[in-house]
């Protein structure tokens, strides 16, 4: 006996197992719900698979052990900054023929497929991207007096606009104006953002090498700035060095701060997880800088495939991810997993807002952007802003190219030193953290 696929691949009647490491994690009990459902139906229709729960979260820290020892998933999730590094290593599985076979190679949003790809193959699928705004506590806007009587809050359109707001939130509500990372790589990930605002470029290339750039003139104003919104105007909260990527999203949704840094794809953090009403949390664009730069730093989150996984398990996940809706598929299958996360992010107090276009079949994206109108549960005029900025011809940008995390990493050392200690000598701090990313890059990526 044998088992067809929608695509007409044939797999045989042994036993595969789909270790199914982009299963929700323990806390999260209805999106559990959801994957159990998505299991039972996806087991009924392909018998011969076994899905196996294999939570992960993907950390540069374990991530190489579970590779090296063979435990990784079969599927899991990463970030935007590193399928280049993890196809380097040989990680990753060559998932070019699964792809072809599905007719998927060519649905991938080709600024996406670049990021997955080396040497005319592809190493991953996107599960979605993301364009950085800013994160708005609409009760502390409205406590400051910074509502506008049509409802909608008056934002700073500007880094010193920022400044403004921040210091009146701070002197009605007591609360921080912003929350700003400092903690561990998110920091450098944030101050990113930032600095190319004030026009700086972190990274740059010349006579075919790559040259740190970690100590401009721009980067020295914005990290400066950074240190003003600290020790000048008293903005931040408490303790910038302990506020990491979840701490953020947790005050400002339970009123620790007012703003924050965050994208269209992590609505689910301040509501779900941290009980923030709907009506209460707005998305805007990011300040501009002095010079009028006003970019939108663009990541995501890409599904990816251990080496050690078969072709049939490949082709096993790309079928669940069909079932998930997350492929670029119309079919009742996809339809009803689609509407299953929204019915589900309207369950859970999540915003069902459009994501961000990582796949180009319009088909898709129109059943999609129809099932989104269907379960709207915000008022958009809190996120057009958002969402008409990042539409803008040159607005988004990617990450910076190479070692990026790493250079995360040094500039958050940088942000720790400038936010715990007022006489810190910024343009001494950036040198060093120029000189180690420059021996960095000249190890990794000059040498070839």
């Known amino acids: 006996m044998i088992f067809s696929f929608n695509n007409n691949q044939i797999l045989a009647q042994k036993k595969i197992r789909l270790r199914l490491g982009i299963w929700p994690e323990p806390t999260l009990r209805s999106d ?14 392909y018998p011969n698979v076994e899905v196996v729960p294999a939570t992960y979260k993907y950390s540069p820290d374990t991530f190489v052990p ?3 020892s063979g435990n990784l998933p079969t599927i899991f999730e990463t970030w935007f900054t590193e399928p280049q590094k993890l196809i380097a290593g040989k990680f990753v599985k060559d998932i070019t023929n699964e792809l072809k076979k599905k007719e998927w190679d060519k649905l991938i949003n080709p600024s996406v497929k670049e990021i997955l790809s080396k040497d005319g193959r592809i190493y991953g699928v996107p599960r979605d991207a993301y364009a950085l705004g800013m994160y708005l506590n609409l009760d502390l806007f409205e406590k400051a007096g910074l509502i506008n009587p049509d409802g909608i809050p008056k934002y700073p359109k500007t880094w010193d606009e920022l400044v403004k707001v921040a210091r009146t939130i701070k002197e009605k509500t007591s609360r921080a104006g912003l929350c700003l990372l400092a903690k561990d790589n998110a920091g450098g990930w944030h101050f990113t953002q930032i600095a190319w605002n004030f026009g700086a470029k972190l990274e740059i290339q010349k006579n075919g090498k790559w040259y740190a750039n970690l100590n401009s003139p721009e980067v020295i104003t914005a990290m400066n700035f950074v240190k003003d919104l600290k020790w000048k105007y008293d903005v931040l909260t408490d303790d910038p060095t302990s506020e990491d990527w979840g701490t953020g999203f947790e005050a400002i949704a339970t009123g620790r701060a007012a703003m924050y840094l965050g994208a269209q794809d992590a609505v689910n953090q301040p509501t779900q997880i941290y ?3 709907l009506d209460k949390l707005a998305i805007v664009p990011v300040p501009a800088g002095p010079k009028g730069y006003r970019y939108s730093l663009m990541g995501g989150t890409p599904y990816m495939f251990s080496t050690k996984a078969s072709s049939d398990e490949v082709m096993a996940a790309l079928n669940f991810l069909e079932i998930m809706g997350k492929a670029p598929v119309v079919t009742p299958e996809s339809l009803a997993g689609m509407k299953a996360d929204a019915e589900n992010r309207v369950k859970n107090g999540v915003p069902v807002i459009p994501s961000f276009p990582a796949w180009i079949a319009q088909d898709w994206l129109k059943a999609q952007e129809e099932i989104v109108k269907q379960y709207r549960n915000v008022d958009m005029r809190l996120y057009n802003d958002y969402y008409n900025w990042i539409k803008q011809k040159g607005v988004l940008r990617p990450e910076e190219p190479y070692l990026t995390q790493d250079m995360y990493a040094e500039l958050t050392k940088v942000l720790q030193a400038v936010l715990t200690d007022k006489n810190a000598d910024v343009k001494k701090l950036l040198n060093i953290a120029n ?6 890059l000249d190890m990794y990526v000059n040498k070839k």
Request: net charge positive; aromatic share 12%; hydrophobic share 40%.
């Open 435 to 440: 000189n180690n990313l420059q021996k960095m």
């Open 275 to 277: 009980g923030m009403p």
């Open 66 to 68: 579970l590779a090296e």
């Open 32 to 45: 559990i719900e959801m994957f159990e459902k998505w299991k039972k139906e996806f087991e009924k229709k």
